[in-house]
């Protein structure tokens, strides 16, 4: 397949043209894929109020991946999702997700028509057309930019909220070299019409008790290379059954914030993948082409892989480590 290039305005057409539609999110969702979701169905709705818009997989959420945000929607049962005829006269958006095999459910195979809006390197043709950006700082700012191009005045809290959680998280408050002078301005014009902005801060910042008593016993597992300024984590393969809580993302922002660290990873067990799913990130040096040796991929500074032994996770490692050597 080769998806078809389109631009903004074009996306805006085929919305219209359809009456059901289907939002898709990847694998492990961010505040970045499902602020997309969240922020572009209530657009949608705000502009046509009888189409049908539903975020496809979003009845399995954890609560942890809700972060008391992402309010539940009207959902689809789980076995709807491989049901073709529910999908074949929708159209299906796929949201920051730049890979087939990441996009939640799968079911986006069986719509009409699909577009992927994304902000990732464009690695893979799968839908029927495509805008990929791989300048914004995240599929937010996208979704922010055709809103405020197009239909400036039909922004409101409950969209200008969930795209700039979004913003927000996916350039770690604009700190990431990703941010740019739009991302900027895109987000300022979302932050002026919000009304709460304190909901935004909880959203980033609250943790249950219980949740940063995982972190400190995990901060034990923590191994660093000072000389290479390199940290890694392996969470037990028991670690999840033992304190009930779902390893989302492999908790490799416990790495991020220690001083002399240059590049982190961790790593845990994938059950339901039978392998170890890491998660990569760096202060400067680029680390996605590391990833994708290892099947992976994503941005310079952020990627993912996954390997399917602890040995394999070594030599991941040292590849890793091998970037500050150089």
Same mark, same amino acid.
């Given at each position: 397949?080769?998806?078809?290039?389109? =631009?903004?305005k074009?996306?805006?057409?085929?919305?219209?043209?359809?009456?059901?539609?289907?939002?898709?999110?990847?694998?492990l969702?961010?505040c970045?894929?499902?602020?997309?979701?969240?922020?572009?169905?209530?657009?949608?709705?705000?502009?046509?109020?009888?189409?049908?818009?539903?975020?496809a997989?979003e009845?399995?959420?954890?609560?942890?991946?809700?972060?008391?945000?992402?309010?539940?929607?009207?959902?689809?049962?789980?076995?709807?999702?491989?049901?073709?005829?529910?999908?074949?006269?929708?159209?299906?958006?796929?949201?920051?997700?730049?890979? +087939?095999?990441?996009?939640?459910t799968?079911?986006?195979?069986?719509?009409?028509?699909?577009?992927?809006i994304?902000h990732?390197?464009?690695?893979?043709?799968?839908?029927t057309y495509?805008?990929?950006?791989?300048?914004s700082?995240?599929?937010?700012?996208?979704?922010?930019?055709?809103?405020?191009?197009?239909?400036p005045?039909?922004?409101?809290?409950?969209?200008?909220?969930?795209?700039?959680?979004?913003?927000? =998280?996916?350039?770690?408050?604009f700190y990431?070299?990703?941010?740019?002078?739009?991302?900027f301005?895109?987000?300022?014009?979302?932050?002026?019409?919000?009304?709460?902005?304190q909901?935004?801060? +909880?959203?980033?910042?609250?943790?249950?008790?219980?949740?940063?008593?995982?972190?400190n016993?995990?901060?034990?597992?923590?191994?660093?290379?000072?000389?290479?300024?390199?940290?890694?984590?392996?969470i037990?393969?028991?670690?999840?059954?033992?304190?009930?809580?779902?390893?989302?993302?492999?908790?490799v922002?416990?790495?991020?914030?220690?001083?002399?660290?240059?590049?982190?990873?961790s790593t845990?067990?994938?059950?339901e993948?039978?392998?170890?799913?890491?998660?990569?990130?760096? =202060?400067?040096?680029?680390?996605?082409?590391?990833?994708?040796?290892?099947?992976?991929?994503?941005?310079?500074?952020?990627?993912?892989c996954?390997?399917?032994?602890?040995k394999?996770?070594?030599?991941?490692?040292?590849?890793?480590?091998?970037l500050?050597?150089?």
């Amino acid at each position: 397949m080769v998806s078809k290039v389109i =631009t903004l305005k074009e996306v805006l057409e085929l919305i219209k043209s359809y009456d059901k539609i289907f939002l898709f999110f990847h694998e492990l969702p961010d505040c970045d894929a499902l602020g997309s979701c969240w922020g572009l169905k209530n657009f949608i709705s705000k502009l046509y109020p009888s189409k049908t818009v539903k975020i496809a997989g979003e009845e399995s959420l954890t609560d942890e991946q809700r972060k008391g945000f992402f309010a539940s929607q009207s959902s689809l049962e789980v076995s709807s999702y491989k049901d073709e005829n529910i999908f074949k006269e929708a159209l299906g958006i796929v949201l920051d997700c730049n890979n +087939e095999k990441r996009v939640f459910t799968g079911a986006q195979q069986f719509c009409k028509e699909t577009i992927k809006i994304d902000h990732h390197p464009d690695i893979e043709d799968f839908t029927t057309y495509k805008y990929v950006d791989d300048k914004s700082a995240a599929a937010t700012q996208i979704i922010g930019k055709m809103i405020k191009e197009n239909y400036p005045d039909k922004i409101e809290d409950n969209i200008a909220k969930f795209l700039y959680l979004g913003i927000l =998280t996916d350039t770690n408050r604009f700190y990431y070299p990703s941010t740019s002078q739009e991302t900027f301005d895109i987000g300022s014009w979302l932050y002026t019409n919000i009304k709460n902005k304190q909901e935004i801060y +909880e959203a980033i910042y609250y943790n249950s008790v219980d949740h940063l008593k995982i972190q400190n016993k995990l901060f034990r597992y923590i191994r660093w290379d000072k000389a290479n300024k390199f940290a890694f984590l392996i969470i037990p393969k028991n670690f999840e059954r033992k304190y009930h809580l779902p390893i989302q993302g492999g908790f490799v922002y416990l790495m991020r914030e220690i001083k002399g660290i240059d590049i982190c990873c961790s790593t845990y067990f994938d059950k339901e993948l039978n392998s170890w799913k890491c998660s990569i990130r760096s =202060t400067t040096k680029p680390i996605n082409e590391i990833a994708k040796k290892y099947g992976g991929g994503g941005h310079p500074l952020a990627s993912g892989c996954k390997v399917s032994n602890l040995k394999q996770f070594k030599l991941l490692c040292d590849d890793l480590k091998s970037l500050n050597k150089s």
